[in-house]
């Protein structure tokens, strides 16, 4: 078995744990727990409440509303 890059949202993950110094379980919560919101307000409230850059935000904001099933 090779190991697979990872792809999409999940490329960003090791980079956002190292430069904010949360687990991506963390940041999961955060956006779970501000939900039911759009994906853009969402984005916002990380940008605004965490400091995080918009890339690591949408990246976040895309895997959790995938993983849950939100259009």
């Given at each position: 078995m090779t190991d697979q890059p990872l792809?999409?949202?999940?490329?960003?993950?090791p980079s956002i744990e190292k430069k904010y110094g949360q687990p991506m379980a963390h940041w999961f919560a955060v956006v779970r727990?501000?939900?039911?919101?759009?994906?853009?307000?969402?984005?916002?409230?990380?940008?605004?409440?965490?400091?995080?850059?918009?890339?690591?935000?949408?990246?976040?904001?895309?895997?959790?509303?995938a993983e849950d099933g939100v259009k």
């Amino acid at each position: 078995m090779t190991d697979q890059p990872l792809r999409g949202p999940a490329s960003y993950f090791p980079s956002i744990e190292k430069k904010y110094g949360q687990p991506m379980a963390h940041w999961f919560a955060v956006v779970r727990a501000a939900c039911p919101a759009k994906h853009m307000e969402l984005v916002d409230l990380l940008k605004t409440e965490h400091d995080l850059g918009h890339g690591h935000a949408n990246a976040i904001v895309a895997h959790v509303l995938a993983e849950d099933g939100v259009k």
